[in-house]
């Protein structure tokens, strides 16, 4: 009998754990009600009748049950991209506008830390000279930047495109001069032996052999990125997945609010799945 594959297996077990989880769900969120003692049948009926209670022997908690999230992710994924105005845009238009902000802010993030990581991996000195700084501005969080960009940019989106740059740029370039700094000696010397010239070495020998590391930091950052986006655009406003989720909250809305967060987590899996296919594409076995 031929084996099972080990993905096949794993995709059971998730499916698994997965209906698991709703069923947990489905019974945390109702509840049996009990008549209290002594409550004829002739006043349950009244209590029916007036409005003061119900035939219904199952009461749903405030938690929304699976028929509310059903409801609400059919409603939000039907009608994705419609605009009513500032405060009530389709869930689509606000994951546009967050996708949007991180691909900016990450593009921008790419064009200063790969250029710079090259540089200082290539020179002790100058990673000597930078390194203080850089471990001194690493651990700060992205958010602490945010007062400071909305003062001196007076623009919330423009902010919120800045905070992703800066929680960007430190993985990529700490990978990229770590890659860059560590290519096997046998290359360089190959390369020093024909010749070859320093713009050549750079892109033909150092970023090839580099590649799997500098896309090791894009994919950190990348997560980093989109952890982040949600958290600036609760604070900013306006628009995003992040303020949606904030403003669904406002209003009380407890399963949008989760359908929020599913559809983050949703979004940060493929991009980190993106990622990593790159990642393999360009590793090479030793």
Sequence with gaps: MKTVPIKVKGAILSVVILLMC??????????????????????SEYSSL??????????KTGFPTLTQMGETIYKQLSHPFYDNGPNDKGIGIQL?????????????AMIVAIPFGFWIGMSPLAYEAFNPFIQ?????????????????????????????????????????AFGVANVRKE????????????LRKAFLVILPAAAP???TGMRISMGIAWLVIVAAEMLVGGTGIGYFLW???NNLSLSSVIFAILLIGIVGMLLDTAFG????????AD
């Excluded at 969120?29 to 002739?42: A, D, L, M, N």
């Excluded at 296919?277 to 090479?284: E, G, T």
């Design 22 to 43: 709703l069923f947990i769900w489905h019974m945390a969120t109702t509840q049996k009600v009990t008549p209290p003692p002594g409550v004829s049948t002739s006043s």
């Design 213 to 215: 590391t500098i896309l």
């Design 187 to 198: 290359l360089l010397n190959v390369a020093k032996t024909l010749e070859v010239s320093p």
């Design 96 to 108: 546009a506008y967050s996708l949007a902000r991180v691909a900016l802010g990450f593009l921008l």
């Design 277 to 284: 296919k790159l990642q393999k594409a360009v590793s090479y």
């Design 247 to 249: 403003n669904e909250w």
């Design 50 to 59: 007036m409005g003061q209670g119900g035939s219904d022997p199952v009461q």
């Design 136 to 176: 001194i501005l690493k651990p700060i969080s992205p958010l602490a930047w945010m007062p400071i960009a909305l003062y001196t940019i007076k623009d919330s989106a423009i902010s919120g495109i800045f905070v992703i740059f800066i929680c960007s740029i430190w993985p990529m370039l700490l990978n990229t």
